[in-house]
Every structure is written in structure tokens, then in C-alpha cells.
């Protein structure tokens, strides 16, 4: 018995390619039976996410296999695909379940992923002893990855590490009062991702009202004229702004004005935009904290470090449990 | 029971809070937080049981009659809040940061004179003494750990203000609004406490104790004015911070003269 495994990922090939031979989910186990029944093809698992599309097959010779897949899925040339066999083949799983093969390093959404193709494959009785033992395996291996390393600590983008730190000044988001000042791309990126972590209020304000109602309707919030921001600012949390304003449009006299109000509570204000929209003097009033868009990326890029820095304990860990497993066919 | 005892049972308690402190920075400095601080500063509660309980059968009274029983009793009110509201806030780092502030009240304890070695039995006790000073140490407790909150709020504050936010101390500690919750909680529990201390204190034999109430009802007042311009007024993270420590610190100081 030999394991093997074909696929392409987002390095090895454009979105246009990998999008022709994406499998819905729900297609999955179908299609790892539908395998199974190829002549040389005794076990398989179908992998398919926006990233990437791989085939996990077992099979008495490995290159017949292979040959067998490619004639069902017509895989064309050899340009974009890449083969694994025995032990590098159960080594790319176990870094796939573990965030090392993903865009960003060490997400942990792929892990969810590994799992139902499995258990789809699984239920469709396209499974057996090789490809159980492995990837019951390769899920002991993720868990340990992400427990045993820190290749999942830090958010990598910069709406990511603005919610790190609204969490850091608020806790649960939970009630967290946010108002977004300018509806562009990047503050809509990081009132979305605030919102997804419990920030129950958003107000948009924009120069162009209907732009901010449009936004706004899609985050559930509620759209502010551009000359009354000001007064909302006293019940805010969080403030993210990014307008294309040549001039700072948040000044400390707009802070200064509603701190009695506020009781001077925490203010979190995020400047996304270029150039700045918070007079930088904003964050010397002791109760704000102000983090613009290079301030964000920067701990975004030293996340991204860190996480790159752990690969080779996350390498190690991988080796010892392939050590342990001892599988047939690796 | 022996001398040797009760002084045992201190030393021991003190060495465990140092080595629950030493082992909390420690994995801090690692990145992470060592969840044994909590049984470590248990252990050290059991030998501040120890040593009070001993204390207080030697005394025939509460154990609160020289400046080392004061400070064992501060240390043990301290721990006593600290095991209710760490854990119950999830306040991490909350351990690690008031082990030192024990160490250092029994340490001083354990200064050969600060503890009466031959402490002398009282005759008769009043009952309004003894709540005035219980219910004031206690008190000081909930102060204590609200001064110590105060200073994991300015470590906090400082390192988001500057933006030095790579350390495993930033990532462990709890988030600002926590910490300036618990603050104000403890602050309302201490303010209470020494209240009902306060009005013991009046109610009590008050021979040679006048300047003692005086300074007693002025720490209520500041306290009480803290408190109420916080609550109603609202004061920001860090001016509440600061004052909620420099308070504790002057007042400690003026009790330790009157």
C-alpha cells in the first residue's frame, strides 16, 4: 500500500486555475467515492478550499494512482500540480492541518476544513486503514501545533490587529459603541471585523450621505450626517477613520468637548486613512489611545515574524508524531 | 503552642508567596502565565491562617495588637480578596503582582522587633476595638488590592500609550476596562469595610486613641471623596490609578505613626 497525494494551492497556481477544479463541499465525499472506484485507487479524500484542491488517495502502487486520478479529473499538464508520496505526502497533510501551507501562516480555518473533507469522505466509505490512521493522526498533530507553538498568536492584517487591541482596552466587544469616519474599503475591513467579535453599534459618517447609509445598512448600523459626528463621539468606544481629507479632521478640542460627557472612559481611536485624519496631539489625552495605519501594519508584519519563527519547532513536532505513526504505505 | 511555631508557619507563608511571584514572572518572561500563582498564594493564605490563629490564642484576642500582627493580618486580607476576586474576574497577573506586595508586609513582619516576641495576653477585650480594628485591616485589604490592580492598569496603560506591545507581560495582563472595573469594585469594598471600622472606632474605649480616629476619619474622607468623584464624576484610568496608589501608600504611612 503506498500513499500519495496530487493538488495545487494558491502558490502553485492563479485563482483561474484553481477555481476550475474547486469541489463544493457538499460534493466531496461523492467525489472521494467516486474515486475509489478507479481501478489502482483503494482510499481517498477529497481537500478542496478557495486555496488550494488536493487528493488524498492510498492505492497498492502510488504512480498508478496517480494515473488513475488524472484520467478522472483531467488535471491537463503538470504545470500547476504537485505530487507528494509516502511520508511527504502524510507530511503535507499534517502541515495543511496545521496552518504551515496556508496564505496566512498558521490560520487555523483550514483545520475545520481538513476535518469535513474527512468526515465526508469518511461517510461516503472512501476511507479505510491507511487514510484513517493518517488523518486521525494529522488532526492530533494540528491541535499539538497550535497548543505547543504560538504559530496562531497575533493578528497578521491590519484589521486584525486593531481588534487585538479594541480586545485589549474593552475585553469581550460585547456593547462596544463603534463610529466610522470615512467609507472606504480599509474602515469598513476593520468595523466588520470588530463587529464579528460583538460590537453591537456602528455608526457610518461620510461626506457622501449615501455612501455612508450603503455601508452602514450593511453592517446593520446606522448612517450619521458628516457635520454631526461630532455629537455621536461621546458615546462611542471606538472611532476609525478613513477619509480622503488633505487635513486632520479629528482635533483634540472634538475629544476635549465630550470627555465630561464620557466620564472619561476609554477611547480607542484608529487612523486608517493617508494622510493621517487624527491630529496625532488626539493621543496624548490620557484616556485615548491612538494607532494609525503604519502603527497597525507594524504589528501586523511582527506577528507575521513571530509566526515565521515558530516553522521549525512546528516542523519538529510534525516529525516526531510521523515517527509515532509508523503508517503503512508511508 | 511554641514561639517557634507561629514564626514558622509566617516564614513559610512568605517563602511561598515569593516563590509564586518568582514562578509567575517567570513564565511571564516566557511569554505566558503560570496558572499555579493561584495555588501557590492558597499555600501561603493557609500559613497566614497558621501564624494568626496562633497569634491570637497567645493574645486571647484578635491578633492585631503590635505593627508586625497589623502587617501579617494586612497581608492576609489581601490574599483572603485576592483568592475571592482574581478568579472570579479572571483578572490574570493578578496573583503575580500582589505576591510581592505580601512578601513585602511579612518580610517587614519577620524584622526581629516588629513582632512582639513575648506577646502579652490581654485581660479584657472590647468588642467595638476589636471590629474597628478587623473590619479597618480588612478594609485595607481590598484597598491594597485595589492599588495593586491600579499598577497592572499603569503598566497597561503606559504600554498601549507607547505602543510597546510585544511583551508576554502586555499580552497576559487583563484588558484595561477590566482592570478600572475591579479597581473601582475593590475600592467601593475597602471604603465600605473601613466605614463600618470607622464607626467602631468611635463606638469604642477611646483612651489615648483621638489622634488615631482623626487620621482614620481624614483616610475615610479622601477614600470616600476617591470613590465618589470616580463613580459620579469619572476620573480617566490613569489619574484613578495613581490616586487609588498614592493613597494607599500615605495612609499606610500615616497609620504607621498614629
Given at each position: 500500500?503506498?500513499?500519495?497525494?496530487?493538488?495545487?494551492?494558491?502558490?502553485?497556481?492563479?485563482?483561474?486555475?484553481?477555481?476550475?477544479?474547486?469541489?463544493?463541499?457538499?460534493?466531496?465525499?461523492?467525489?472521494?467515492?467516486?474515486?475509489?472506484?478507479?481501478?489502482?485507487?483503494?482510499?481517498?479524500?477529497?481537500?478542496?478550499?478557495?486555496?488550494?484542491?488536493?487528493?488524498?488517495?492510498?492505492?497498492?502502487?502510488?504512480?498508478?494512482?496517480?494515473?488513475?486520478?488524472?484520467?478522472?479529473?483531467?488535471?491537463?499538464?503538470?504545470?500547476?500540480?504537485?505530487?507528494?508520496?509516502?511520508?511527504?505526502?502524510?507530511?503535507?497533510?499534517?502541515?495543511?492541518?496545521?496552518?504551515?501551507?496556508?496564505?496566512?501562516?498558521?490560520?487555523?480555518?483550514?483545520?475545520?476544513?481538513?476535518?469535513?473533507?474527512?468526515?465526508?469522505?469518511?461517510?461516503?466509505?472512501?476511507?479505510?486503514?491507511?487514510?484513517?490512521?493518517?488523518?486521525?493522526?494529522?488532526?492530533?498533530?494540528?491541535?499539538?501545533?497550535?497548543?505547543?507553538?504560538?504559530?496562531?498568536?497575533?493578528?497578521?492584517?491590519?484589521?486584525?490587529?486593531?481588534v487585538e487591541l479594541a480586545e485589549k482596552i474593552f475585553g469581550r466587544l460585547k456593547g462596544c459603541r463603534v463610529i466610522v469616519i470615512g467609507a472606504g474599503e480599509m474602515s469598513r475591513q476593520?468595523?466588520?471585523?470588530?463587529?464579528?467579535?460583538?460590537?453591537?453599534?456602528?455608526?457610518?459618517?461620510?461626506?457622501?450621505?449615501?455612501?455612508?447609509?450603503?455601508?452602514?445598512?450593511?453592517?446593520?448600523?446606522?448612517?450619521?450626517?458628516?457635520?454631526?459626528?461630532?455629537?455621536?463621539?461621546?458615546?462611542?468606544?471606538?472611532?476609525?477613520?478613513?477619509?480622503?481629507?488633505?487635513?486632520?479632521?479629528?482635533?483634540?478640542?472634538?475629544?476635549?468637548?465630550?470627555?465630561?460627557?464620557?466620564?472619561?472612559?476609554?477611547?480607542?481611536?484608529?487612523?486608517?486613512?493617508?494622510?493621517?485624519?487624527?491630529?496625532?496631539?488626539?493621543?496624548?489625552?490620557?484616556?485615548?489611545?491612538?494607532?494609525?495605519?503604519?502603527?497597525?501594519?507594524?504589528?501586523?508584519?511582527?506577528?507575521?515574524?513571530?509566526?515565521?519563527?515558530?516553522?521549525?519547532?512546528?516542523?519538529?513536532?510534525?516529525?516526531?508524531?510521523?515517527?509515532?505513526?509508523?503508517?503503512?504505505?508511508? | 503552642?511554641?514561639?517557634?511555631?507561629?514564626?514558622?508557619?509566617?516564614?513559610?507563608?512568605?517563602?511561598?508567596?515569593?516563590?509564586?511571584?518568582?514562578?509567575?514572572?517567570?513564565?511571564?518572561?516566557?511569554?505566558?502565565?503560570?496558572?499555579?500563582?493561584?495555588?501557590?498564594?492558597?499555600?501561603?493564605?493557609?500559613?497566614?491562617?497558621?501564624?494568626?490563629?496562633?497569634?491570637?490564642?497567645?493574645?486571647?484576642?484578635?491578633?492585631?495588637?503590635?505593627?508586625?500582627?497589623?502587617?501579617?493580618?494586612?497581608?492576609?486580607?489581601?490574599?483572603?480578596?485576592?483568592?475571592?476576586?482574581?478568579?472570579?474576574?479572571?483578572?490574570?497577573?493578578?496573583?503575580?503582582?500582589?505576591?510581592?506586595?505580601?512578601?513585602?508586609?511579612?518580610?517587614?513582619?519577620?524584622?526581629?522587633?516588629?513582632?512582639?516576641?513575648?506577646?502579652?495576653?490581654?485581660?479584657?477585650?472590647?468588642?467595638?476595638?476589636?471590629?474597628?480594628?478587623?473590619?479597618?485591616?480588612?478594609?485595607?485589604?481590598?484597598?491594597?488590592?485595589?492599588?495593586?490592580?491600579?499598577?497592572?492598569?499603569?503598566?497597561?496603560?503606559?504600554?498601549?500609550?507607547?505602543?510597546?506591545?510585544?511583551?508576554?507581560?502586555?499580552?497576559?495582563?487583563?484588558?484595561?476596562?477590566?482592570?478600572?472595573?475591579?479597581?473601582?469594585?475593590?475600592?467601593?469594598?475597602?471604603?465600605?469595610?473601613?466605614?463600618?471600622?470607622?464607626?467602631?472606632?468611635?463606638?469604642?474605649?477611646?483612651?489615648?486613641?483621638?489622634?488615631?480616629?482623626?487620621?482614620?476619619?481624614?483616610?475615610?474622607?479622601?477614600?470616600?471623596?476617591?470613590?465618589?468623584?470616580?463613580?459620579?464624576?469619572?476620573?480617566?484610568?490613569?489619574?484613578?490609578?495613581?490616586?487609588?496608589?498614592?493613597?494607599?501608600?500615605?495612609?499606610?504611612?500615616?497609620?504607621?505613626?498614629?
Amino acid at each position: 500500500m503506498e500513499l500519495v497525494c496530487l493538488g495545487l494551492n494558491h502558490r502553485s497556481a492563479p485563482v483561474e486555475v484553481r477555481e476550475r477544479f474547486a469541489i463544493p463541499p457538499t460534493r466531496l465525499g461523492e467525489k472521494a467515492r467516486e474515486l475509489i472506484d478507479a481501478p489502482g485507487i483503494e482510499e481517498s479524500v477529497v481537500l478542496s478550499t478557495c486555496n488550494r484542491t488536493e487528493f488524498y488517495l492510498a492505492g497498492e502502487s502510488g504512480e498508478e494512482a496517480i494515473r488513475a486520478l488524472r484520467q478522472m479529473v483531467d488535471t491537463g499538464g503538470n504545470e500547476h500540480w504537485y505530487e507528494k508520496h509516502r511520508i511527504d505526502a502524510a507530511r503535507h497533510l499534517c502541515q495543511v492541518a496545521g496552518g504551515l501551507d496556508s496564505m496566512v501562516l498558521g490560520e487555523t480555518e483550514i483545520f475545520g476544513q481538513v476535518k469535513d473533507a474527512y468526515r465526508r469522505a469518511h461517510a461516503a466509505g472512501a476511507t479505510s486503514g491507511v487514510l484513517n490512521r493518517l488523518f486521525q493522526r494529522a488532526f492530533g498533530v494540528g491541535k499539538k501545533v497550535r497548543t505547543e507553538t504560538t504559530i496562531q498568536e497575533g493578528a497578521t492584517s491590519v484589521a486584525g490587529s486593531a481588534v487585538e487591541l479594541a480586545e485589549k482596552i474593552f475585553g469581550r466587544l460585547k456593547g462596544c459603541r463603534v463610529i466610522v469616519i470615512g467609507a472606504g474599503e480599509m474602515s469598513r475591513q476593520t468595523a466588520q471585523a470588530l463587529v464579528s467579535r460583538g460590537a453591537s453599534t456602528v455608526f457610518v459618517t461620510n461626506r457622501s450621505f449615501e455612501r455612508a447609509e450603503a455601508l452602514a445598512d450593511e453592517m446593520g448600523g446606522r448612517a450619521v450626517r458628516y457635520d454631526d459626528w461630532q455629537a455621536t463621539l461621546a458615546g462611542v468606544d471606538v472611532v476609525i477613520s478613513s477619509t480622503a481629507a488633505p487635513h486632520a479632521v479629528v482635533k483634540p478640542f472634538h475629544v476635549e468637548a465630550v470627555r465630561r460627557v464620557r466620564k472619561f472612559r476609554p477611547l480607542f481611536l484608529i487612523d486608517i486613512a493617508v494622510p493621517r485624519d487624527i491630529d496625532p496631539e488626539v493621543g496624548d489625552i490620557d484616556e485615548v489611545y491612538l494607532y494609525d495605519i503604519d502603527t497597525l501594519e507594524q504589528l501586523a508584519a511582527e506577528a507575521r515574524g513571530r509566526r515565521e519563527q515558530q516553522i521549525e519547532q512546528c516542523a519538529q513536532i510534525i516529525d516526531a508524531e510521523l515517527v509515532k505513526l509508523n503508517l503503512p504505505g508511508t | 503552642m511554641g514561639r517557634g511555631v507561629h514564626l514558622g508557619y509566617l516564614l513559610i507563608s512568605t517563602l511561598l508567596a515569593a516563590i509564586g511571584g518568582a514562578v509567575g514572572m517567570r513564565a511571564l518572561r516566557h511569554g505566558h502565565r503560570s496558572r499555579a500563582t493561584v495555588l501557590w498564594m492558597a499555600g501561603a493564605f493557609l500559613g497566614q491562617i497558621g501564624f494568626l490563629a496562633i497569634r491570637g490564642e497567645m493574645r486571647g484576642a484578635c491578633p492585631l495588637m503590635d505593627t508586625g500582627e497589623v502587617l501579617v493580618f494586612l497581608a492576609w486580607s489581601l490574599t483572603l480578596i485576592y483568592l475571592f476576586v482574581g478568579p472570579t474576574y479572571r483578572l490574570s497577573l493578578l496573583g503575580v503582582f500582589s505576591a510581592p506586595v505580601v512578601v513585602v508586609f511579612q518580610g517587614i513582619a519577620l524584622v526581629p522587633g516588629v513582632l512582639d516576641p513575648n506577646p502579652e495576653r490581654v485581660l479584657s477585650t472590647d468588642a467595638w476595638r476589636e471590629t474597628h480594628a478587623a473590619m479597618s485591616v480588612l478594609g485595607y485589604g481590598a484597598l491594597a488590592l485595589a492599588a495593586v490592580s491600579s499598577v497592572m492598569f499603569l503598566v497597561l496603560d503606559r504600554q498601549l500609550k507607547e505602543h510597546h506591545l510585544g511583551s508576554g507581560l502586555f499580552r497576559n495582563l487583563p484588558p484595561v476596562r477590566e482592570l478600572l472595573v475591579s479597581g473601582r469594585r475593590l475600592l467601593w469594598l475597602g471604603w465600605a469595610m473601613l466605614t463600618v471600622g470607622v464607626v467602631a472606632g468611635f463606638l469604642m474605649k477611646s483612651e489615648g486613641a483621638a489622634a488615631h480616629l482623626a487620621a482614620a476619619v481624614v483616610v475615610w474622607v479622601a477614600y470616600a471623596l476617591l470613590v465618589g468623584v470616580a463613580q459620579f464624576r469619572g476620573l480617566t484610568g490613569r489619574r484613578f490609578s495613581l490616586l487609588t496608589v498614592l493613597l494607599f501608600l500615605v495612609s499606610l504611612s500615616v497609620f504607621a505613626f498614629v
